[in-house]
């Protein structure tokens, strides 16, 4: 089925390991966001990709890096892992402009010990 | 900026009544307002979006919100819950370049 596919769904780190969530859509979407959930906060924006070959900050990015390998693929990357970064990270989709829905993939749940 | 605050967070319901969740927003345009839902341990799905025009939104599942611009409000109606419809559902407002914020979430149980 056409949709948003995550991995890793769990990961278990200890401090100061890297590790990178990959993200894949194959709807041929324009746009890409990675999205942190954790309790009593909803969802946060961590970077979003406008376009293939382009990224930005969002709402909390210190820590994260991410690349947009191409049109498929935006991956988010933990270089040195912090406990505070133990949270449920969502990916997510959109199309061409005017498509205005963001699809999301299942979410990766990461625990920093 | 934008933000959007949800005032409940936890809500039970009787299965069969009526449900109604509150969201508030704060943005100096006109937004684009979304209610997703999502199941324990899966993704958000999208139930319903307002971008303009009639006011009282139709979606999925039953539900159906009202955009009040005076009250900056667009709160979720369902007249008769299910049990499947015990979830964690989250406003969001957005503008063109679709940087969603998301509020807190209210949780919803169903008892029988």
Same mark, same amino acid.
């Not at chain 1, 942190?36 to 906060?41: C, L, N, S, V």
């Not at chain 1, 947009?68 to 933990?78: A, C, G, I, P």
């Given at each position: 089925?056409?949709?948003? /596919?995550?991995?890793?769904? @769990? ?9 990178? +969530? ?20 909803? +969802? ?9 070959? /382009? /990224? ?19 991956? +988010? ?12 990270? @969502?990916?997510?989709?959109?199309? +061409? ?13 990461? /625990?920093?010990? | ?8 967070? %936890?809500?039970? #319901?009787? !299965?069969?009544?009526? =449900? !109604? ?6 943005? &100096? ?14 993704? =958000? ?11 009282? #939104? ?13 009250? *900056? *409000?667009?709160? =979720?109606?369902?007249?008769?819950? %299910?049990?499947?419809?015990?979830? !964690? ?10 940087? =969603?914020?998301? &509020?807190?979430?209210?949780? #919803?149980? #169903?008892?029988?």
């Amino acid at each position: 089925n056409a949709g948003v /596919t995550q991995t890793p769904k @769990f990961q278990v780190l200890k401090t100061g390991q890297s590790m990178t +969530l990959q993200c894949a859509q194959d709807m041929n979407h324009n746009s890409m966001y990675w999205y942190r959930q954790d309790p009593g906060m909803g +969802l946060r924006l961590i970077y979003y990709s406008a376009s293939e070959g /382009t /990224t930005d900050k969002g709402e909390v990015p210190n820590g994260y890096n991410v690349s947009r390998l191409n049109k498929r693929e935006f991956s +988010l990357r933990l270089e040195s892992a912090a406990p505070s970064q133990t949270s449920v990270y @969502f990916c997510a989709s959109r199309g +061409l402009p005017g498509a205005n829905v963001l699809t999301f993939g299942a979410g990766s749940r990461l /625990t920093v010990l | 900026a934008q933000s959007v605050t949800q005032p409940d967070i %936890h809500i039970t #319901v009787s !299965e069969g009544a009526s =449900l !109604e969740l509150r969201c508030n927003y704060s943005y &100096g345009a006109t937004p684009y307002l979304f209610w997703y839902v999502q199941s324990p341990g899966q993704g =958000l799905q999208l139930l319903l979006k307002y971008f303009s025009g009639d006011t009282l #939104v139709q979606g999925i599942k039953g539900f159906e919100a009202e955009f009040k611009r005076s009250q *900056s *409000s667009f709160n =979720l109606r369902k007249p008769s819950v %299910h049990w499947s419809d015990a979830a !964690e559902y989250f406003c969001a407002v957005g503008a063109d370049d679709y940087k =969603l914020s998301f &509020g807190a979430g209210t949780t #919803v149980t #169903v008892r029988a």
